[in-house]
């Protein structure tokens, strides 16, 4: 399971990232797994109806991080909403534009992730993927970002063979260009919860002063106004996902939530 360090980490980056978690005999079965393609799963199919027992897909969301992580993020028995394979030849491919994947995506209390595996050592020259922490709650329609080359703060993935990575549905990111000699293998899977996403990860350190520091995170890319709403919308989704509705970040969420209901004398 995760911890709440870590969840507050995700609310405040988007992203949680496990390196090396899978292990090598099964990154190596991954190869032709993934050349072969995976079978498509209709849309809203639970995970356990998903992917077969003894599948490739099965055993790498059993493994005990992932499958902590997983329920960590949107709880027991998610839908699967849909997978891919993607993979990159050796000097090939043009780097995708910046979007999220999804239409605009207004929901305040809930939230899909997506895993993305990686299989073998991503290099830089490989063109990983590229992400922009904190970008997820700034409501945006798919490529609308597409404009943008390059932010400050943005992170291009170098990892460890075997690595996972669960992004908010609406985390900011791309595949760039493949300029290495090898082939750039990545499975990802999309999951809807089917729970309220409310104290579903290790609270033991939900106390921890590290869980405030870290949802108070500010980004190079942020604007100085602008930037403050991201932490403000951040402290509205931390209220959702613990049940505390005293919890904030400089007032902020105070201020605006503050309705009397006494009348004057």
């Not at 027992?53 to 993020?73: D, W």
């Not at 080359?149 to 291009?156: E, M």
Request: aromatic content about 8%; some cysteine.
């Amino acid at each position: 399971m995760l911890s709440s360090v870590q969840m507050a980490r995700f609310v405040a980056r988007g992203s949680v990232r496990l390196d090396a978690v899978v292990p090598p005999e099964m990154n190596a079965e991954a190869l032709p797994v993934l050349d072969d393609g995976v079978p498509p799963v209709p849309y809203g199919t639970p995970v356990s109806q998903a992917f077969k027992p003894g599948s490739f897909p099965r055993r790498l969301l059993e493994l005990p991080q992932v499958a902590g992580a997983l329920r960590s993020l949107v709880g027991p028995e998610p839908t699967v909403d849909h997978h891919a394979v993607h993979i990159r030849e050796p000097h090939g491919g043009e780097a995708q534009p910046l979007h999220a994947d999804a239409i605009i995506d207004v929901r305040p209390d809930a939230f899909d992730v997506q895993l993305m595996y990686y299989p073998q050592q991503v290099t830089l020259e490989m063109g990983g993927t590229l992400s922009v922490p904190g970008s997820h709650l700034r409501r945006t329609n798919e490529s609308d970002t597409g404009r943008y080359q390059n932010l400050r703060g943005q992170d291009r993935l170098v990892c460890p063979a075997g690595t996972v990575v669960f992004l908010h549905h609406g985390l900011w990111h791309g595949g760039r260009r493949n300029d290495s000699d090898s082939r750039r293998y990545m499975f990802k899977i999309r999951f809807n919860p089917r729970v309220r996403q409310r104290l579903l990860w290790d609270t033991s350190d939900l106390h921890d002063p590290e869980v405030h520091a870290e949802l108070d995170t500010h980004f190079p890319w942020y604007e100085q106004a602008s930037g403050r709403l991201e932490r403000y919308n951040r402290a509205l989704l931390w209220r959702e996902l613990t049940g505390d509705d005293t919890f904030d970040i400089e007032h902020w969420v105070t201020r605006t939530a503050n309705r009397p209901q006494e009348a004057a004398v």
